[in-house]
C-alpha cells in the first residue's frame, strides 16, 4: 500500500529554516506535491514537482523561500523553507498525484497523501 511519510517539522524561530521530507515508495508518481492547513483554515497549495524535476510550482505565499525538489531514487521530495513567518504555521501534508492532468494547485489532484507533520514558528 502506499503511504507517503512526511518527517522534518518541528518548531523554529521567525526568520529561520527547515527541511520537509517525504518518502512515498510503492509505485512512480507523475506529481508530488505540498500543501499545508493552519489552524481555521481550508488546505492551500504550496508547491509541487514533476517527476523529472523539470517544472515546479509554487503558491505565490512562499515563492523566493520556499524550494521543492524530488530524488526519484528514492522516491522521496523534499522542501526547503528559508526565512520562515509565523504565518507559515500549520500541518504540512505530502500529496503524490499517479498522472498529471494539468493542475498542481487543487488537492483532488492527488491521489495518496502523507499523514502531515506540525511546522511552528514562533515570533
Known amino acids: 500500500q502506499v503511504q507517503p511519510g512526511e518527517s522534518g517539522g518541528g518548531l523554529v524561530q521567525a526568520g529561520g529554516s527547515l527541511r520537509l521530507s517525504c518518502a512515498a515508495s510503492g509505485r512512480t508518481f507523475s506529481i508530488m506535491g505540498w500543501f499545508r492547513q493552519a489552524p481555521g483554515k481550508e488546505r492551500e497549495f504550496v508547491a509541487a514537482i514533476n517527476w523529472s524535476g523539470t517544472n515546479t510550482y509554487y503558491a505565490d505565499s512562499v515563492k523566493g523561500r520556499f524550494t521543492i525538489s524530488r530524488d526519484n531514487a528514492k522516491n522521496t521530495v523534499y522542501l526547503q523553507m528559508n526565512s520562515l513567518k509565523p504565518e507559515d504555521t500549520a500541518v504540512y501534508y505530502c500529496?503524490?498525484?499517479?498522472?498529471?492532468?494539468?493542475?498542481?494547485?487543487?488537492?483532488?489532484?492527488?491521489?495518496?497523501w502523507g499523514q502531515g507533520t506540525q511546522v511552528t514558528v514562533s515570533s
Open positions: 500529496a503524490a498525484a499517479i498522472q498529471y492532468y494539468g493542475v498542481t494547485t487543487r488537492s483532488d489532484a492527488y491521489d495518496y
